[in-house]
């Protein structure tokens, strides 16, 4: 079953700017995780934060993350052409061993 | 990181054959893998858990007669599209958890396997 939904479902942005794209879901979670797929091939985790963080950083990504509103967000700054991409956020359920849910994903186009 | 490994990276078969898609752990032993199913422009739909030396756990609306999936050792599973027919052409991709690493909760995902029934 579907757990997130990215909006927006498409982002075409020049190489200096920065990406924002949200998750919602549905249900508690354990963890969000936000993956990134290259056209085709398979998916590359990015980042991780837990139901009790609120901010996390690593490199140019920051996630954000609002239990309350069951929302999360992905900020790519000083966006490249190489982060032309799709990417996913996936929720981790309060279940030891359970597979990731995955959202629909935004398509990111990172025009030079 | 962890590396899972799936081969075939594309397979094109005639409608009514059989198709078997394999999923490597190369460093790392997997008790549990877990099988995607990806249509063109959508998102990831889980099909089901592969366990090691036990029954596949599928998705509600997976034929469990269409997707075999079989986890033999702990370093292999592998799904088995049946009788293919067009519809079941997709984008099948395999991942699993690095059990050296339980806390990252993160999951490593083979290149997938595309699949075209004629």
């Known amino acids: 079953s579907q757990q997130g939904e990215e909006d927006p479902q498409a982002l075409s942005i020049q190489e200096g700017e920065n990406a924002t794209m949200n998750c919602s879901y549905k249900?508690?979670?354990?963890?969000l995780q936000w993956y990134r797929q290259n056209s085709g091939r398979g998916l590359v985790h990015l980042i991780l934060?837990?139901?009790?963080?609120r901010e996390k950083h690593s490199g140019r990504l920051r996630v954000t993350l609002d239990t309350s509103k069951k929302s999360s967000s992905l900020l790519i700054t000083a966006s490249r052409a190489a982060d032309t991409a799709s990417y996913f956020c996936?929720?981790?359920?309060?279940?030891?061993?359970?597979?990731?849910?995955f959202g629909k994903g935004t398509t990111l186009s990172v025009s030079s | 990181g962890a590396v899972v490994s799936q081969h075939p990276s594309r397979v094109i078969c005639k409608s009514g054959t059989s198709v078997k898609i394999e999923c490597r752990s190369l460093?790392?032993?997997?008790?549990?893998m877990f099988w995607y199913r990806q249509f063109p422009k959508k998102s990831l739909m889980l099909m089901a858990t592969?366990?090691?030396?036990?029954?596949?756990?599928?998705e509600q609306g997976v034929e469990k007669d269409k997707f075999l999936i079989n986890h033999a050792s702990l370093t292999l599973s592998t799904l088995t599209v049946t009788s293919a027919h067009p519809e079941d052409s997709s984008f099948y991709i395999c991942?699993?958890?690095?059990?050296?690493?339980?806390?990252?909760?993160?999951?490593?995902f083979g290149e997938g396997s595309r699949l075209t029934v004629l």
């Open positions: 991942s699993a958890r690095d059990p050296r690493q339980p806390q990252t909760g993160e999951l490593f």
């Open positions: 592969s366990n090691e030396g036990s029954k596949a756990t599928y």
């Open positions: 460093d790392f032993q997997a008790t549990t």
């Open positions: 996936a929720t981790d359920l309060n279940q030891a061993g359970t597979a990731l849910i």
């Open positions: 249900t508690s979670i354990n963890n």
């Open positions: 934060i837990r139901s009790n963080e």
